[in-house]
Nanobody, 120 residues
Framework: QVQLVESGGGLVQAGGSLRLSCAAS???????MGWFRQAPGKEREFAAA???????YYADSVKGRFTISRDNAKKTVYLQMNSLKSEDTAVYYC???????????????WGQGTQVTVSS
């Protein structure tokens, strides 16, 4: 079992930045770690993912603005979000899986989510 706890969400003006953190605990941290987001009335969508070795993958909507990273010693994954837009407003979830995939249904473990609100 893997437990995931997100933090770092909040209210920010358009053009601003936030850094989300996801602390993992439990059996292992060798999983692929992903960030997803879900806006009101919309389906959960993939944002970014990173492998144990540091290979990253981004959705086109966040590429060039968001950076995913991980500290394996601290069992923590981060999402640095820059140049935020109002359309980035969503609940952001951290998830763990065995390989990089973009379908949320493929991920085995989830955090509780953290709200990010971008005001225009």
């Amino acid at each position: 079992q893997v437990q995931l706890v997100e933090s770092g969400g909040g209210l920010v003006q358009a053009g601003g930045s936030l850094r989300l953190s996801c602390a993992a605990s439990g059996r292992t941290f060798t999983y692929v770690m992903g960030w997803f987001r879900q806006a009101p009335g919309k389906e959960r969508e993939f944002a970014a993912a990173i492998s144990w070795g540091g290979t990253t993958y981004y959705a086109d909507s966040v590429k060039g603005r968001f950076t995913i990273s991980r500290d394996n010693a601290k069992k923590t994954v981060y999402l640095q979000m820059n140049s935020l837009k109002s359309e980035d407003t969503a609940v952001y979830y951290c998830a763990a899986d065995t390989r990089i995939r973009t379908n949320p249904a493929d991920y085995d473990y989830w955090g509780q989510g953290t709200q990010v609100t971008v005001s225009s």
